[in-house]
Nanobody, 129 residues
Framework: QLQLVESGGGLVQPGGSLRLSCAAS????????IGWFRQAPGKEREGVSC????????RYADSVKGRFTISGDSAWNTVYLQMNSLKPDDTAVYYC??????????????????????WGQGTQVTVSS
């Protein structure tokens, strides 16, 4: 059974850092993309970043470029989202999702929730002083 489990969320002060983890299991191959999304109360789910396990290609939303870094471990069992210089606007529930489509080809696909087939349960990130 395909499963994604996020961890690493919490409360952090503005300017601080957090590293989110997305543990993937049940995939029959490592040819997939992982995307990180976030959803703040009253707002639509927003794509943050995505990475391809096959090519290593990466994309970032402008809102996090230069502050967030996505990476995968060597076995592609876990994908990380290192978040630095956090701002109150980064407060949201963060989700990881997996897609078997070529979502890295276009940025619009990378950040589109309907391109992803499998989702984790989410982890809360709160940036506040």
């Amino acid at each position: 059974q395909l499963q994604l489990v996020e961890s690493g969320g919490g409360l952090v002060q503005p300017g601080g850092s957090l590293r989110l983890s997305c543990a993937a299991s049940g995939f029959s191959s490592h040819d997939y993309a992982i995307g990180w999304f976030r959803q703040a109360p009253g707002k639509e789910r927003e794509g943050v970043s995505c990475i391809s396990s096959r090519s290593g290609s990466i994309r970032y939303a402008d809102s996090v470029k230069g502050r967030f870094t996505i990476s995968g471990d060597s076995a592609w069992n876990t994908v990380y989202l290192q978040m630095n210089s956090l701002k109150p606007d980064d407060t949201a529930v963060y989700y990881c999702a997996a897609s078997t489509r070529d979502v890295l080809r276009l940025f619009s696909r990378c950040v589109s929730p309907n391109q992803y087939d499998y989702w984790g349960q989410g982890t809360q990130v709160t940036v506040s002083s």
